[in-house]
């Protein structure tokens, strides 16, 4: 979350992120713009926004800011931030989203990306922070501040983009049948398009823009999506697909209504997508099943820190075909190095358009690990707690990529504080769904004893 203050990072692992009109001021969005056009003087950028209510009031003040500096702006209205990037890729020009993707409805952000459609190098996000420090923003006179187009041919661009990954052919002989929750965020247009495109009959759940997310909570997990799993568990449908607010994740659900996690549905497209010698990139809170997989495949997998783009660029250094998050954002190189939760449901429709098994069939083909996530509330700085909680695990075997994993015979959990909230996360891994909650649990209570 943003602090205003001198000396401090504003980008965090997704972007800056606030509450406008507290920490997320109009004016400091502005600045930020100031900065954004500074930094980039190239002559347009691409925006897009999610359908959060302050995302008119965030992107006016950003764009005002852009502007000012003399760079011109293409509106490409409400859209998810997977089609803005791959915009941004197609045209070879930078771009900001204005989302808090998963975050509760009060929240808002700016989030930067590059000409090559991947999240802005942390650098460069240092560089536009120091120019906003420092007050050193470009200014030009009336006759060269610069204008805003808009443009409405994004969404098209996208679809079709997605559709030549896969196998449109077969999806479309299939005629799946699949329930879409939007969570009437920024995929309500996106996602439907996709779907009709690849001849699948459709019903939908919140499937229209709504700031407020009041048909259920933007995070898409299990417990958020009770009427979708309900709907699906009459077998009417073969497939259920949910979105984040940005949509830049995606979950599952199987043909009887059981919900498959972001770790399974990542780690079924890696099982049936590479081949031997092909890399694979994911960060340290991922499923151990990926290293199962990848040694069935005779692939390569590095892991890396958490964040999409760390993932990302260590997919461009070393030539990845796909990477991804435990969460549900899978990033499908082919296609372009950003999560995408559209670009994944695909995939997933094209596995099932290769042969006559069902989504719960290729789930039960997956490695047996499953991961819990829990959180805890943080009111002070990770840092003026993390030493004490390290002495608690010393002597043990410990990963130290990102945040604490520690290892305890055949599970493992994960701490390490989240760079979008105020909250540290905790990742628990076991051979069952019950021990995973049963680790993250025990760490979630000795750092709320720690905390006290």
């Known amino acids: 979350m943003v602090e205003v203050s001198k000396n401090t990072r504003y980008f965090g692992t997704n972007g800056i992120r606030g ?3 507290r920490d997320l001021t109009m004016d400091f969005c502005l600045q930020m713009g100031k900065a954004i056009g500074t930094f980039h003087n190239t002559g347009i950028v691409a925006m897009a926004r999610d359908t959060r209510i302050s995302g008119n009031a965030v992107f006016s003040a950003v764009s005002s800011g852009i502007l000012s500096t003399g760079m011109n702006i293409e509106d490409l209205g409400i859209l998810p931030t997977p089609a803005l990037q791959y915009y941004c890729k197609t045209f070879s020009v930078p771009g900001v989203m204005i989302t808090a993707s998963h975050n509760p409805p ?40 610069g204008t805003i187009r808009s443009v409405n041919t994004a969404v098209s661009l996208y679809v079709n983009g997605i559709t030549e990954h896969v196998r449109a052919d077969l999806i479309r002989k299939k005629k799946f049948r699949v329930l879409f929750d939007a969570g009437s965020g920024a995929s309500f247009e996106t996602t439907p398009k996709l779907l009709e495109s690849l001849g699948c009959s459709m019903v939908t759940l919140n499937c229209f823009p709504d700031g407020t997310f009041s048909g259920r909570h933007s995070e898409p997990k299990e417990e958020n999506l009770h009427d979708m799993q309900n709907i699906m568990k009459n077998g009417s449908f073969d497939l259920g697909i949910a979105h984040d607010g940005d949509a830049d994740r995606v979950v599952f659900f199987d043909e009887n209504g059981n919900f498959i996690d972001g770790d399974q ?72 190095f950003c999560r995408d939760g559209a670009m ?17 069939d290729l789930i039960k083909e997956l490695p047996k690990y499953r991961i819990f996530r829990i959180s805890v509330p943080i009111s002070r700085p990770w840092k003026d707690i993390s030493k004490k909680f390290s002495e608690t695990v010393e ?24 760079g979008t909230e105020p909250i540290v996360r905790i990742f628990g ?16 209570e000795i750092i709320e004893n720690l905390l006290k």
Not at 133 to 142: A, H, I, P, T
Not at 346 to 360: C, H, P, T
Not at 395 to 418: C, F, N
């Open 19 to 21: 509450i406008p009109n």
């Open 106 to 145: 009060e929240f808002n952000g700016i989030k930067c990306i590059a000409k090559d459609g991947t999240e802005l190098h942390w650098t460069d996000e240092e560089r536009i922070e120091k120019i906003y420090e420092g007050g050193s923003f470009k200014s030009v006179d009336w006759r060269n501040i």
């Open 265 to 336: 549905s990542f780690s079924l497209i890696v099982k049936c997508t590479v081949k031997e010698g092909d890399v694979v990139v994911t960060p340290v809170s991922s499923s151990d099943s990926m290293d199962e997989i990848c040694r069935e495949k005779g692939a390569s997998l590095i892991r890396t820190k958490v964040g999409a783009p760390i993932v990302s660029r260590t997919m461009i250094e070393k030539k990845a075909k796909i990477g991804g998050e435990e969460n549900g954002g899978v990033i499908y190189g082919e296609h372009q």
């Open 344 to 360: 994944t449901a695909a995939l997933f429709l094209n596995l099932l358009a290769q042969g006559d098994e069902k989504a719960s």
């Open 395 to 418: 002597g043990r075997r410990i990963d130290r990529t990102d945040g604490l994993k520690i290892y305890e015979d055949d599970s493992w959990v994960l701490v390490r504080p989240s």
């Open 429 to 444: 891994e076991s051979s069952s769904l019950d021990s995973a909650r049963s680790i993250a649990v025990r760490y979630r």
